[in-house]
């Protein structure tokens, strides 16, 4: 219901939908007290589906339709597992969720992200053009769970000593983002060691890989890629993400080019910067890159199997 699969805003959710479990995590979502929002979990639904069909006004009518939203949440979901003949998840972490909610396994397929072939082919083509001095990149939207303060705080803590630089390209600074980008710009002020570089379009990327060793993935919702770590990685940078969804399982398929950090621990993100520095040889790192990266035609190939599959399967000839 957050919308970020983060229980509370503090820990990572594993997506088993229950009512007064789910109505409470959303309503202090809301602004809601953590006693007030036990409460409004705990209405009876009756009181909550009253007050969602009456539409009440105001923050006491949304919040007292909080058990509603995670009923009819688990009914929307019900209704796919019964209707759908095949279901695809685009991360593990989501497979395991509709599995604890229900779905069988049979009909769950699991189909990853990837890049188009020809920016994979586009990045690979970036070259580091200098060891010194060391660049950190962050390259997402200006948005607070995407983390880009976790990334400057954690960077200004590091020692001016260490000679590195934090590169920023952010994009949707719009209504309430702008607010937010105007409170990392007051985060970064003073310290011209941090960049703040606009937008950028995919067909630079390349250019900026030319400059960055290392990515900075600090979000703090649980992704289903994100498709930054691919790119990265399709340019033969390193990654430092939150330790969270898909970015973790990302780390799995590449433990040696993805370090893992708590979301929100800003200590331990500058622990993992200063290791980046003092370990790794912006030389030398990108010399070999006899890895694959997951393209679209992979996903393509899988999709058709699926479909196939399905098309043979018992279920389908009997109709």
């Not at 702008?178 to 002020?189: H, M, T, Y």
Request: glycine share 8%.
């Amino acid at each position: 219901l957050r919308g970020t699969m983060m229980e509370l805003g503090l820990r990572e959710c594993n997506g088993l939908i229950g009512e007064q479990r789910c109505a409470s995590c959303w309503a202090v979502s809301r602004g809601a007290t953590a006693g007030i929002a036990a409460l409004v979990a705990h209405f009876p639904n009756e009181i909550a589906r009253a007050a969602a069909s009456a539409n009440w006004t105001g923050r006491v009518g949304t919040l007292m339709s909080a058990r509603n939203l995670a009923v009819n949440r688990k009914i929307e979901l019900v209704d796919i597992a019964a209707y759908a003949d095949r279901v695809v998840a685009v991360a593990q972490w989501l497979y395991d969720a509709l599995i604890l909610n229900g779905f069988l396994p049979e009909k769950l397929c699991l189909s990853r992200q990837g890049l188009e072939l020809v920016q994979i082919a586009s990045l690979a083509d970036a070259r580091l053009q200098a060891a010194s001095p060391f660049w950190f990149g962050y390259i997402g939207r200006w948005d607070p769970v995407k983390g880009i303060d976790v990334a400057v705080s954690a960077f200004r803590a590091l020692n001016e000593a260490n000679n590195a630089r934090l590169l920023i390209y952010a994009t949707g600074n719009e209504g309430p983002k702008g607010v937010w980008r105007r409170q990392v710009e007051k985060l970064a002020s003073g310290d011209n060691r941090v960049v703040l570089a606009g937008s950028i379009e995919n067909g630079r990327l390349s250019e900026v890989y030319a400059k960055v060793s290392t990515l900075l993935v600090p979000s703090r919702w649980v992704e289903t890629g994100p498709m930054v770590v691919l790119e990265a990685l399709a340019a033969g940078a390193r990654v430092i993400g939150s330790d969270a969804g898909g970015i973790r399982e990302w780390a799995t398929s590449y433990p040696d080019r993805i370090v893992l950090a708590p979301i929100d621990d800003i200590p331990a993100w500058t622990r993992a910067m200063r290791r980046e520095i003092a370990t790794v040889s912006t030389e030398n790192f990108r010399a070999d890159r006899k890895y694959n990266i997951r393209s679209i035609s992979d996903v393509a190939d899988e999709m058709v199997t699926i479909y196939e599959r399905a098309l043979n399967s018992p279920e389908f000839s009997q109709l």
